[in-house]
């Protein structure tokens, strides 16, 4: 196979878990390349040599301050300009929408929610809720699939200095008609903890919780992981919107779901249900939850929480 081309939009160092994953999956169907919708440094472009980047693909201006319509602009043409066997991009909202975008540009079949990609360019997705597996292949065009986080494992970087730097390619982008624009942009408060649809371990909680997130963001932050919710706990004003694990919030596929005071409903499922591990605390043993977890505990997670953190801190002392 030729080259696969991985949309990797805002580069940081060290390069994010999710970045790699994705330059991982490229590397085992074929060369990767990127396409960065900002200019990159030489030390990012180092870096990306480093993680086995063969090509990179930037635009030659600055992208206009819209919302996705540039970033599916720059894409579509470096996706001409790459003429590559596949495109694998994220699978959060702003990456699905941009993987759209660009299956209409260029007449292509897009995949979503995919969990592993074959050789023959053959993807496993999750779907209905993730109560159904089903295989699948683009038949039109290239193909544009964006991957769950989590779903592959990353690349390990060759040794500093080591690893060849991608030859730079400047891509030229039309012009892109009536679309909205950013008028005014707020810093998020930062938090620490990783980004909820990238985290390995995360910490829900819902109506149980009753207002106090104290003992979840504990047992997060000695876990390294983020803290999720349930809509319940969102619609109350506990925690932000952002936060919101399910049908209509986030779609998340952590290493270990740890699921305190929530109920277990098929929205919240809908979200979370295809993490490798679920640990459900519930005080009602006939909670829902129970029937999708790995291990549950039958209690209040007041008290739950607390012991599990005490037991960490004290094994790891
Ligand atoms: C169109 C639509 C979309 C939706 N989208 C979503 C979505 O994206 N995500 C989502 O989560 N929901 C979503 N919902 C809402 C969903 O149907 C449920 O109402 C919601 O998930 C319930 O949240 P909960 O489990 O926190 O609350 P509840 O169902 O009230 O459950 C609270 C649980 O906490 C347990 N509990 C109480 N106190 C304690 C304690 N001290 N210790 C341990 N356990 C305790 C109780 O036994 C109970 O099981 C959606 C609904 C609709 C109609």
């Given at each position: 196979?030729g080259s696969v081309l991985v949309f990797i ?14 330059l991982?999956?490229a590397a085992?169907?074929g060369e990767p390349v990127v396409a960065s ?11 990306l040599g480093?993680h086995g980047v063969g090509a990179l693909y ?20 470096a996706v001409?300009a790459a003429g590559p066997a596949a495109v694998l ?77 991608p030859e730079r390619s ?148």
């Amino acid at each position: 196979m030729g080259s696969v081309l991985v949309f990797i939009d805002v580069p940081s160092l060290p390069l994010p878990r999710a970045a790699r994953e994705l330059l991982g999956l490229a590397a085992s169907l074929g060369e990767p390349v990127v396409a960065s919708p900002q200019p990159l440094s030489e030390e990012t472009a180092a870096e990306l040599g480093r993680h086995g980047v063969g090509a990179l693909y930037e635009p030659a201006k600055p992208l206009p301050d819209v919302l996705v319509a540039a970033k599916a602009a720059f894409l579509a043409e470096a996706v001409r300009a790459a003429g590559p066997a596949a495109v694998l991009l994220g699978n959060g909202f702003e990456d699905r929408e941009v993987a759209a975008r660009v299956g209409i540009k260029l007449g292509s079949g897009v995949i979503t929610d995919a969990v592993a990609v074959a050789p023959d360019l053959s993807v496993t997705k999750s779907v209905l809720a993730g109560s159904f597996t089903s295989t699948c292949r683009v038949e039109t065009g290239v193909p544009i699939i964006t991957v769950k986080a989590n779903s592959v494992e990353p690349v390990e970087p060759a040794e500093a200095g080591s690893g060849t730097v991608p030859e730079r390619s400047l891509v030229t982008v039309p012009e892109i008609g009536p679309a909205a624009v950013v008028t005014e942009r707020s810093e998020k408060r930062v938090s620490g903890r990783p980004e909820l649809s990238e985290a390995r371990v995360i910490v829900a909680g819902g109506r149980g919780v009753d207002g106090d997130f104290g003992p979840l963001e504990e047992l997060a932050d000695l876990l390294g992981g983020a803290v999720g919710a349930s809509r319940a706990a969102t619609d109350a004003g506990w925690i932000e919107h952002s936060a919101q694990v399910g049908q209509t919030g986030k779609t998340v596929s952590p290493q270990l779901y740890i699921s305190a005071g929530i109920s277990g409903a098929i929205q919240q499922k809908a979200g979370m249900q295809t993490a490798k591990v679920i640990v459900a605390v519930n005080k009602d043993s006939d909670a829902p939850v129970f029937e999708i977890a790995d291990f549950g505990v039958v209690g209040d997670l007041f008290s739950v929480l607390p012991q599990a953190a005490e037991e960490i801190r004290r094994r790891r002392a």
